[in-house]
């Protein structure tokens, strides 16, 4: 179908993709492997040497695309100027956080570099100033210790986002803008701005205690109505025939006597049985509880024998269940609990005491709303639909192909590695298992603010995903590379967001 031998006819890969960014040439490997790689682990990482001729060609691409190159980050007093949709962030030390998230409140450690040969000059730079910063120790299971720089911009941009979260009308074209380029993790505005975001608060401040107070008092309401065992259902249902009767002054002498309906027996098949429902539900209820009990296992705020962790678990419980019942056409699919976890995680740590007590019931309506734009992902039968997961992993894949045709072809036709093997779970899961849990929280700032919506924006991402390890993939077979994508290489964040942002402002042709 594809002509491969088509040197001639071969898209050229765009100046800006040759950035140094992501593909100078790396650091000369170590005179010796160290005892964790192999001597083809350190080939596959380093890449090929660069002769006198690749390096003259390179420092001509460097200064074509020197242009699209954020600036690195400068010492301490000097300001960070990025593009608009993403700052770029230094990676913090490795550092020990006593907090909800146990291991998980830290990036990634000096090992974790070493695995990744193909680091950026940004990531280089971003080392450099982490180790002047190496004693400093993190209280927030989210934040990390950062050069006086990038602390600055979170500075600056903390009190701009609480600027415009104090306006008596939100401006949402310039709270995403904000948004966008990351949410400071000390300002305790994460939960209020994702809120907003999705469309659960107003934009009018007035709005917000009646909309809170009703939704909150809503979903009580589905709670009482659809987690109720159907034995308390018969209790309440007799309980309020006797009040009845009392009222009526009828049978005065003489016990009452319940009276069973056939919707009412337990061993009904009647569609309309309450008992006939409950065994239905219950398959659906005891995955959901399998799932719940595997969330993040390694964070304290979800797991452990604190009843702090096991009301966090009821909660997600309830949550999925009440989902599953509004919504029979999908019920609940295996991975929705991984999905609900951030987003209740933001909203339980807001320092608003009354916002973290709710946290329940407002997670639940947001949740319902990040699942509209994507929720036919989740419904088997529409898989091979033109709004199915098969639909957008193929656009996924020709985007990869508009933006970097050398690699794609080796994927698809040279290695045979179909996207659906690693894709499905990058865009199902919107990319929540790829990432460290404070990652994922940046990562997802840029997906709910971008207003092309969350899709297209997720899509760019895991193009840019497969862009930055290009040369580790170029370099693979169909195993090296399943296992490189079923297990993606700790990655600078911020420069990650940087390239699916120029796949946007750049487009190939």
Not at 7 to 22: A, E, I, M, Q
Not at 477 to 485: C, G, P, S, V
Request: glycine content about 4%; hydrophobic content about 35%.
């Amino acid at each position: 179908m594809f002509n491969s031998t088509s040197g001639n006819n071969k898209k050229r890969v765009p100046d800006w993709l040759n950035s140094s960014l992501w593909s100078s040439s790396p650091p000369p490997p170590p005179a010796s492997p160290s005892p964790k790689s192999s001597p083809n682990d350190v080939v596959a990482d380093r890449g090929v040497k660069s002769t006198p001729a690749t390096s003259a060609k390179s420092s001509v691409q460097k200064a074509e695309a020197s242009k699209y190159e954020p600036p690195a980050p400068a010492p301490p007093k000097v300001a960070v100027t990025a593009p608009p949709a993403v700052v770029v962030r230094a990676e913090a030390p490795k550092v020990e956080a006593q907090d909800l998230l146990g291991s998980q409140g830290r990036y990634y450690s000096s090992e974790d570099d070493e695995e990744d040969g193909a680091r950026s000059n940004v990531d280089a730079v971003a080392d450099t100033a982490s180790e002047a910063s190496a004693a400093v120790t993190v209280s927030s299971p989210v934040s990390a210790a950062r050069p006086a720089s990038s602390a600055a911009e979170d500075i600056s941009r903390q009190a701009q986002l609480l600027q415009e979260l104090s306006r008596k009308v939100i401006n949402m074209g310039e709270l995403r803008r904000l948004a966008s380029q990351g949410i400071p993790d000390g300002a305790g505005i994460r939960a209020t701005v994702w809120k907003l975001l999705l469309g659960y608060l107003p934009c009018d401040r007035s709005l917000w205690s009646s909309e809170l107070a009703k939704k909150r008092s809503q979903y009580e309401h589905f709670k009482e109505e659809l987690l109720m065992n159907p034995s308390e259902i018969t209790r309440r249902l007799e309980k309020s025939s006797l009040k009845n009767d009392e009222l009526d002054g009828e049978d005065k002498g003489f016990l009452s006597r319940s009276e069973i309906t056939h919707d009412e027996h337990p061993l009904s098949l009647g569609k309309t049985s309450i008992w006939n429902q409950f065994f239905q539900d219950t398959e659906v209820i005891e995955q959901i509880d399998r799932d719940v009990n595997r969330t993040h296992p390694d964070m304290n705020f979800f797991s452990g024998d604190s009843s702090f962790a096991k009301s966090n678990q009821d909660s997600l419980r309830n949550i999925l269940i009440v989902f599953a019942k509004l919504n029979p056409g999908i019920r609940y699919v295996q991975g929705m609990n991984e999905i609900l976890a951030p987003l209740f995680y933001v909203f339980r740590s807001d320092p608003n005491e009354e916002n973290a007590v709710s946290a329940e019931a407002d997670t639940f309506f947001c949740f319902v709303e990040l699942l509209s734009g994507f929720r036919d992902h989740f419904c088997q039968q529409l898989d091979n639909s033109v709004v199915g997961i098969r639909s957008t992993i193929t656009r996924l894949s020709l985007l990869l192909k508009e933006h970097d045709e050398e690699l794609w072809r080796h994927l698809e036709m040279t290695t045979k590695v179909n996207p659906q093997f690693y894709a499905f779970r990058w865009i199902t899961l919107l990319l929540t298992q790829e990432f460290n849990f404070a990652d994922s929280l940046f990562i997802w700032d840029t997906l709910l603010s971008d207003p092309e919506g969350l899709q297209e924006t997720l899509l760019r991402i895991c193009c840019a995903m497969l862009i930055i390890i290009r040369r580790r993939l170029l370099a693979g077979d169909f195993t090296a590379n399943l296992k490189l994508l079923q297990h993606y290489p700790p990655t600078n964040i911020s420069h990650l967001l940087y390239v699916a942002n120029k796949l946007r402002t750049h487009p190939a042709g």
